[in-house]
């Protein structure tokens, strides 16, 4: 085993494949990972999982989202697991069920809050790595493709307008008949985005060599079979 112990971005050389695929909050990730780790039979990491975890467990516990040692410290011996539910995963912390809990808007804040923090970030590093196995990992996230697999095959940055992304989230909360207004939404995003954007350790940038794809008026089906479309194009050459 690689000694992490001074080290924390040590890692062997993997050759199993990684599809990176980052963007701002609303762009579709979530959704098109899925359906691509499917398609393709591979992992999937939701690396926001995580970081949701830890912003949740802080405000369960009071501990301030800018305390620093105090995050590093729960971030580094989070107690999350992936359970399979159904046809999908369940996200147990501390031994039980938090899913609803962990996609709340205040949660998605919570975590972009502790996600500027660079122990934090530090701490959950290895963790994310360590779902590279075979026979390949589509992980999404903000800087899956520039921090955590550098050395991904293939690499997404996928985005949309801040006025669609706020529509589907609204649509996405309707649904779920939670009561929210698009313009409030809106301006969620646009903080989200000068956040996660505007941070100065791993700000969510599109890597190099990542296909940018703007889905903006584009289906889900579409845009799950540009991301297809660029994995097999270039896995043959
Ligand atoms: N191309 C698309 N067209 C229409 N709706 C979409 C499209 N892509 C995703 N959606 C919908 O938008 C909502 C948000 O998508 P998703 O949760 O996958 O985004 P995300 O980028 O993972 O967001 P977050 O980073 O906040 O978790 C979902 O309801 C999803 O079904
Ligand atoms: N690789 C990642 C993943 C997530 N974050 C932070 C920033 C996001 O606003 C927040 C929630 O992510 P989501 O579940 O909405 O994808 O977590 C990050 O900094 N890096």
Same mark, same amino acid.
């Given at each position: ?6 080290? =924390? ?10 599809? @990176? ?7 579709? $990730?979530?959704?098109?990972? $899925? ?20 912003? /949740? ?6 501990? #301030? ?6 995050? @590093?410290? /729960? ?8 359970? #399979?539910? *159904?046809? *999908? ?6 031994? !039980? ?5 962990? !996609? ?7 975590? =972009?809050?502790?996600?500027?923090? #660079? ?7 290895? !963790? %994310?790595?360590?779902?590279? %196995? ?6 999404? *996230? ?36 939670? @009561? ?24 969510? $940038? ?12 584009? =289906?889900?089906? %579409? ?13 043959? %050459?």
């Amino acid at each position: 085993m690689p000694d992490r112990s001074t080290d =924390s971005t040590a890692r062997t050389p993997s050759t199993v494949p990684v599809l @990176a695929i980052d963007g701002p909050s609303g762009s579709g $990730k979530g959704t098109v990972a $899925k359906r691509v780790a499917e398609a393709l039979g591979w992992h999937l990491l939701d690396s926001g999982a995580l970081y949701r975890a830890v912003g /949740l467990l802080a405000l369960d516990r009071g501990i #301030p989202l800018d305390d620093a040692d105090a995050l @590093a410290a /729960l971030a580094l011996r989070l107690p999350i697991s992936f359970q #399979p539910a *159904g046809e *999908g995963v369940s996200v147990h912390l501390e031994g !039980r069920p938090r899913d609803a809990d962990l !996609r709340t808007e205040d949660t998605g804040a919570a975590a =972009s809050a502790v996600a500027a923090v #660079p122990a934090v970030r530090d701490a959950l590093l290895a !963790r %994310q790595r360590d779902f590279r %196995q075979a026979p390949g990992l589509v992980a999404d *996230g903000r800087d899956m493709g520039t921090v955590v697999f550098p050395d991904a095959p293939y690499k997404v940055y996928l985005t949309a307008s801040a006025e669609e992304r706020a529509q589907r989230r609204h649509k996405q909360l309707m649904e779920k008949g939670v @009561a929210t207004t698009l313009a409030a939404l809106l301006e969620e995003i646009q903080a989200r985005d000068a956040r996660d954007m505007g941070r100065s350790v791993a700000p969510l $940038k599109a890597a190099d060599d990542a296909l940018r794809i703007d889905s903006t008026g584009m =289906s889900i089906g %579409q845009v799950v079979k540009a991301v297809l479309d660029h994995v097999v194009l270039h896995g043959s %050459q």
